[in-house]
C-alpha cells in the first residue's frame, strides 16, 4: 500500500502540468511550462529540482515507514 502511494506522488507530480494548464490553476508545473515558453532557465531548473527533491524525500520517508510498519524489515546490522 505504501509502495503505491509513493508511486502516485510521483505520477502526480508529472501530472501537474497538464492539471494546471487545463484548469488554469497557478502551481509549479504551470510555472514550469511558462518558463519554457519564455526561455527562462532558471525557473525551468528551479521547478525540476524542486519537484526532484519532493520526490526524494517522499521516497526517503516511505523507506523509513518500511522500518516501522514492518518488524521483519532492519536496515544496517
Known amino acids: 500500500m505504501i509502495t503505491a502511494l ?5 505520477h502526480l507530480l508529472g501530472g501537474a502540468v497538464v ?8 502551481g509549479i508545473g504551470k510555472l514550469m511550462l511558462v518558463g519554457v ?17 519532493v520526490f526524494v524525500l517522499i521516497n ?8 516501522f510498519l514492518d518488524p521483519r524489515i532492519r536496515y544496517g546490522g
Open 19 to 26: 492539471v494546471e494548464i487545463v484548469f488554469n490553476w497557478p
Open 6 to 10: 509513493d508511486v502516485l506522488v510521483g
Open 37 to 53: 515558453l519564455k526561455m527562462d532557465f532558471l525557473v525551468v531548473q528551479g521547478t525540476i529540482l524542486f519537484a526532484a527533491v
Open 60 to 67: 526517503l520517508l516511505v523507506d523509513v515507514l518500511y522500518g
